[in-house]
C-alpha cells in the first residue's frame, strides 16, 4: 500500500514539474488611462497634506520620467500656469506595533541532571526554556489623490491608495521597547508611498500590461501527418522562440506552414504568438482565428480562444492609448 501512495504522490509531481516547465513568451501591450476621452500632458503637483514620506516628490518624479517608444508622456511644471490639469493630495503614514512572546529552549542552560553508569556520567533531563521578546509590526501608507482640470477644478479622477507590510521580529539578546527605536517606519512607508506612485501613474497615463502566455511546444499526431524530421525542426524552433529568437523561428514557421499546406495549428498558433510579441495585433488575431478552426485539442482550444479574445480586446485598447498620447 505504501508502495501505491509512493507511485501517486510521484506521479503528481511530474505533472506538476511539468506544468512549471511549460515553455512561455512574454507579451506586452499599451493600455490607455482611467480617463476616458482626455488629453492630459501638462500637469502641476501641489504639495500633499501630511506628506513626511515625499509621496508628492515620488508622484511628481513618476510623471517626469514617463516614456512610452521613447517620447515623454508628460510635462510636469513648477506652477499653475499654463497646465492641463492638477493633482492633489493627503496621506495617512502609520505604523502599528504588538508585541507577544515566543519560547525556546535553551541547550546551553540544564534545569536538573542525572547520572548514570558506573562512572555517573551527567545528563541532562531538563532544559530551561527561554521567553523571547517579539513585535509585530504593521506599516500602512493611504494616499488619497485627485487630478482636477485646470479651468474648472473638475474632478478628472479620484482614488484612495493603499498599501501595507507586516513584519515580525524577535529580539534573542537584546529587547528595547518600541518608543525608543522607531523601527525604520519612515523607510517602510517611503517604500510604500513608491508602490502607490506606480500605482497612480498607470492610472492616470497609457502604460504597459504584461502576460506569460504559452507556446505550444509539439506537434500532435492525432491532427496531422509529420515525419520525426518535421517533429524535430518544430522542436528546435520552439527552443529558438524561449530564447526570443523571433525572426528566426518565424522563418522556420513559415516553411513549415508550406509543407503542412496551411494545416497545422500549432505552427499556426505559435506564428500567432510571436506576431503578438511584435505587437502586430492584427496579424496575430488572423492567425488565432486561422488555428482555431483546425485544432480538435480541447486544452489548446482554450490556448487559442483566449488568444483570439486577448489581441482583440489589446487592439482596441492600443488605439485608445494612443489617442491619448501627446
Known amino acids: 500500500m505504501g ?7 510521484f506521479l503528481l509531481f511530474l505533472v506538476l514539474l511539468s506544468a512549471c516547465s511549460s515553455k512561455k513568451l512574454t507579451v506586452k501591450s499599451l493600455h490607455p488611462s482611467k480617463i476616458p476621452n482626455e488629453k492630459i500632458y501638462s500637469l502641476y503637483v501641489e504639495d500633499f497634506v501630511n506628506d513626511d514620506i515625499y509621496q508628492s516628490l515620488k508622484i511628481q518624479s513618476k510623471l517626469a520620467n514617463k516614456t512610452i517608444q521613447g517620447k515623454k508622456v508628460f510635462r510636469v511644471l513648477n506652477d499653475y500656469q499654463n497646465v492641463d490639469a492638477i493633482v492633489q493630495g493627503s496621506l495617512n503614514s502609520t505604523l502599528n506595533y504588538s508585541i507577544y512572546y515566543e ?9 536538573y541532571y542525572r547520572h548514570e553508569g558506573k ?7 531538563k532544559y530551561y526554556v527561554r521567553v523571547i521578546p517579539c513585535e509585530n509590526r504593521e506599516y500602512a ?14 474632478i478628472l479622477f479620484a482614488k484612495t491608495y493603499n498599501k501595507s507590510q507586516n513584519i515580525q521580529e524577535c529580539f534573542r539578546y537584546h529587547y528595547y521597547p518600541y518608543h525608543t527605536i522607531p523601527r525604520d517606519k519612515r523607510e517602510v512607508n517611503t517604500r510604500l508611498a513608491a508602490l502607490i506612485a506606480d500605482e497612480f501613474l498607470d492610472d492616470v497615463s497609457p502604460h504597459y500590461e504584461y502576460w506569460d502566455i504559452s507556446i505550444i511546444e509539439e506537434l500532435n499526431e492525432n491532427s496531422l501527418v509529420f515525419t ?4 524535430n525542426r518544430f522542436e528546435k524552433i520552439v527552443k529558438l522562440m524561449e530564447k526570443r529568437n523571433l525572426d528566426l523561428s518565424l522563418d522556420a514557421l513559415n516553411k513549415l506552414d508550406q509543407e503542412f499546406e496551411n494545416k497545422s495549428y500549432e505552427v499556426i498558433y505559435n506564428m500567432a504568438l510571436i506576431y503578438e510579441v511584435k505587437a502586430n495585433l492584427f496579424k496575430a488575431n ?7 478552426y483546425l485544432v480538435k485539442d480541447l486544452d489548446h482550444l482554450s ?16 488605439i485608445k492609448a494612443k489617442s491619448q498620447l501627446p
Open 3 to 9: 508502495n501505491i501512495y509512493k507511485s501517486i504522490l
Open 103 to 111: 519560547e525556546e529552549i535553551d541547550y546551553r542552560r540544564c534545569r
Open 119 to 125: 562512572k555517573r556520567t551527567k545528563k541532562c533531563m
Open 141 to 154: 501608507v493611504q494616499t488619497n489623490l485627485k487630478l482636477l482640470r485646470r479651468n474648472t477644478n473638475e
Open 228 to 231: 520525426d524530421e518535421q517533429s
Open 286 to 292: 488572423e492567425l488565432y482565428n486561422k488555428a482555431k
Open 303 to 318: 490556448l487559442i480562444n483566449n488568444g483570439i479574445l486577448r489581441t482583440k480586446t489589446n487592439l482596441e485598447e492600443k
